[in-house]
């Protein structure tokens, strides 16, 4: 297996998992962390409680996180974009059905008179005068 498939696979996991811890943060004043146990995530984490394990290990994923994405960024710019080596172009079955279909001829289709329409005649140029009867209410 190639080794950017194991390292896409491991940055989907570490996404997910920061999003999982972010959301578990208490917020600035908000006593938002009692629906996960309040005064029982002292003894879940720790004397100090959830803050400090979460925090920390937020910010080792989110390291990682940014590692893995300029290391990806730099294989990318490397490899023009390939997720897999050069060796590994072999489509499988749609390379022999490529290969099954028959070239295009180049030479152009002959030539196919077009039909020519005969210009229009022009509108007439009168505009018709209301007459004394016709109130049009305008």
Same mark, same amino acid.
């Given at each position: ?40 995530s002292a003894t879940v984490f720790g004397a100090s409680g959830s803050a400090n394990f979460l925090s ?34 072999s489509i499988g079955i749609m390379a022999e059905a490529a290969e099954a279909i !028959?070239? @295009? &001829?180049?030479?152009? /289709? $002959?030539?196919?008179? %077009? !039909?020519? @329409? &005969?210009?229009?005649? /022009? $509108?007439?140029?009168? %505009? !018709? ?10």
């Amino acid at each position: 297996m190639n080794w950017i498939v194991i390292a896409t696979v491991i940055y989907v996991i570490i996404a997910v998992a920061m999003i999982v811890l972010i959301l578990m943060q208490r917020g600035a004043g908000a006593q938002a962390g009692t629906g996960f146990g309040g005064g029982a995530s002292a003894t879940v984490f720790g004397a100090s409680g959830s803050a400090n394990f979460l925090s920390k290990s937020t910010k080792w994923l989110a390291i990682a996180f940014f590692a893995l994405s300029l290391g990806m960024a730099w294989y990318a710019s490397r490899h023009g974009g390939r997720l897999l080596p050069a060796e590994s172009d072999s489509i499988g079955i749609m390379a022999e059905a490529a290969e099954a279909i !028959p070239a @295009v &001829p180049e030479s152009p /289709p $002959a030539a196919v008179p %077009v !039909p020519v @329409v &005969p210009p229009a005649a /022009p $509108a007439p140029a009168e %505009v !018709p005068q209301d007459s004394p009867g016709n109130d049009s209410g305008g």
